[in-house]
T-cell receptor
Framework: SQKIEQNSEALNIQEGKTATLTCNYT??????LQWYRQDPGRGPVFLLLIRENEKEKRKERLKVTFDTTLKQSLFHITASQPADSATYLCASYNQGGKLIFGQGTELSVKP | NAGVTQTPKFRILKIGQSMTLQCAQD?????MYWYRQDPGMGLKLIYY???????DKGEVPNGYNVSRSTTEDFPLRLELAAPSQTSVYFC???????????FGDGTRLSIL
């Protein structure tokens, strides 16, 4: 079955460092990958979308890459801040047109 | 612009009771979705709709029903609540093609 997998272990980093989160997909080739942020008690909020032919996309301190050979997307937050602490979800539309999500990676940025 | 609004925010039900979770969006989106999210798990699609009058099952539809009589509203019905339905329920909507989804803030449902 078509799957999206993220590292379920929480990521703890020091303020100012770069956080890197990984998203792997299997059994299909998505045309897009999306990244969302979810804070406790809130719904996911869309951050970035990257197309398969874009390889890299940036928005302020965020950078997303898309490697179709490795079947992987990396999500980077540079100069991380405690306010970046949240759970980050990777998602893409499968061949049936439904958005499927990874289980999310919890990021904790310590001052 | 309110986006996606879900009510209620919290609810406790007894086993066997029924209830309707409300979802409304004001963005004129055709596509609407219901997900459940269990602790430490990803979002699982329950039902979705591609427009008024059209609904279809997602990954985990058993025990739920939906209707879509208007573009704005997409209620989710639990007929006979079971403890396995204890979860956080999110409603979402989107525009055309592969546009991002907009989520409500969820309904936290406990069934005891």
């Amino acid at each position: 079955s078509q799957k999206i997998e993220q590292n379920s272990e929480a990521l703890n980093i020091q303020e100012g460092k770069t956080a890197t989160l990984t998203c792997n997909y299997t059994n299909y080739s998505p045309a897009y990958l999306q990244w969302y942020r979810q804070d406790p008690g809130r719904g996911p909020v869309f951050l970035l979308l990257i197309r398969e032919n874009e390889k890299e996309k940036r928005k302020e301190r965020l950078k997303v890459t898309f490697d179709t050979t490795l079947k992987q997307s990396l999500f980077h937050i540079t100069a991380s801040q405690p306010a970046d602490s949240a759970t980050y979800l990777c998602a893409s539309y499968n061949q049936g047109g439904k958005l499927i999500f990874g289980q999310g990676t919890e990021l904790s940025v310590k001052p | 612009n309110a986006g996606v609004t879900q009510t209620p925010k919290f609810r406790i039900l007894k086993i066997g009771q029924s209830m309707t979770l409300q979802c409304a969006q004001d963005m004129n989106h055709n596509y609407m979705y219901w997900y459940r999210q269990d602790p430490g798990m990803g979002l699982k699609l329950i039902y979705y709709s591609v427009g008024a009058g059209i609904t279809d099952k997602g990954e985990v539809p058993n025990g739920y029903n939906v209707s879509r009589s208007t573009t704005e509203d997409f209620p989710l019905r639990l007929e006979l609540a079971a403890p396995s339905q204890t979860s956080v329920y999110f409603c979402a909507s989107r525009g055309q093609d592969n546009q991002p989804q907009h989520f409500g803030d969820g309904t936290r449902l406990s069934i005891l």
